[in-house]
T-cell receptor, first 114, second 114 residues
Framework: AQSVTQPDIHITVSEGASLELRCNYS??????LFWYVQSPGQGLQLLLK??????LVQGIKGFEAEFKRSQSSFNLRKPSVHWSDAAEYFC????????????FGAGTILRVKS | DTEVTQTPKHLVMGMTNKKSLKCEQH?????MYWYKQKAKKPPELMFV???????INESVPSRFSPECPNSSLLNLHLHALQPEDSALYLC?????????????FGAGTRLSVL
């Protein structure tokens, strides 16, 4: 069954440092993958998506992610973190016979220290 | 414009009350979703509507009753809830239901059941 795993519950980085959040997927075929961000008490905002094609995808707010089939991974990266990036990040995969279910990983809380 | 509007933002209700959550979008999307997010957990799918018809019910208790009166509006009627139903309820919409359709989320309604 399609699922995603985010192995890091919390990550703390210094402002200006680079960031990588890990996401591993479980799916036989090419998965449809997303990264969303959620600020405290807010809804989810889409950062980027991967459906097919170029394995390096660019998103909003300077984020990018790389799809690596050999490692079953879709890690999110940012070269220089800003304090406003502190939030919870969810990796998600489409699931279901008709692809109309979105299943989320457990989330990674990002803390940014100044 | 990718806005999904949810009202109210906060709701406190007793276990014998009847209340409704409302979700609205004017993007011409024909798929709408309800998710439940408990504290420190990822969102979990509850219902999917496609072309105003209920297409997925993830075995949600009958005290939650969804309604899609038109293509722009989605309601969630609540009755005889339990304290464990306290959560953030998120609405989302996408152009269509299916793998390549991006779900856009509202800010959510934070529900407290006393």
């Amino acid at each position: 069954a399609q699922s995603v795993t985010q192995p890091d519950i919390h990550i703390t980085v210094s402002e200006g440092a680079s960031l990588e959040l890990r996401c591993n997927y479980s799916y036989g075929a090419t998965p449809y993958l997303f990264w969303y961000v959620q600020s405290p008490g807010q809804g989810l905002q889409l950062l980027l998506k991967y459906f097919s094609g170029d394995t390096l995808v660019q998103g909003i707010k300077g984020f990018e992610a790389e799809f690596k089939r050999s490692q079953s991974s879709f890690n999110l990266r940012k070269p220089s973190v800003h304090w406003s990036d502190a939030a919870e990040y969810f990796c998600a995969v489409v699931k279901g016979e008709y692809g109309n279910k979105l299943v989320f990983g457990a989330g990674t809380i990002l803390r940014v220290k100044s | 414009d990718t806005e999904v509007t949810q009202t109210p933002k906060h709701l406190v209700m007793g276990m014998t009350n009847k209340k409704s959550l409302k979700c609205e979008q004017h993007m011409g999307h024909r798929a709408m979703y309800w998710y439940k997010q408990k504290a420190k957990k990822p969102p979990e799918l509850m219902f999917v509507y496609s072309y105003e018809k209920l297409s997925i019910n993830e075995s949600v208790p009958s005290r939650f009753s969804p309604e899609c009166p038109n293509s722009s509006l989605l309601n969630l009627h609540l009755h005889a809830l339990q304290p464990e139903d306290s959560a953030l309820y998120l609405c989302a919409s996408s152009l269509l239901a299916g793998k390549r359709n991006i779900q856009y989320f509202g800010a959510g309604t934070r529900l407290s059941v006393l």
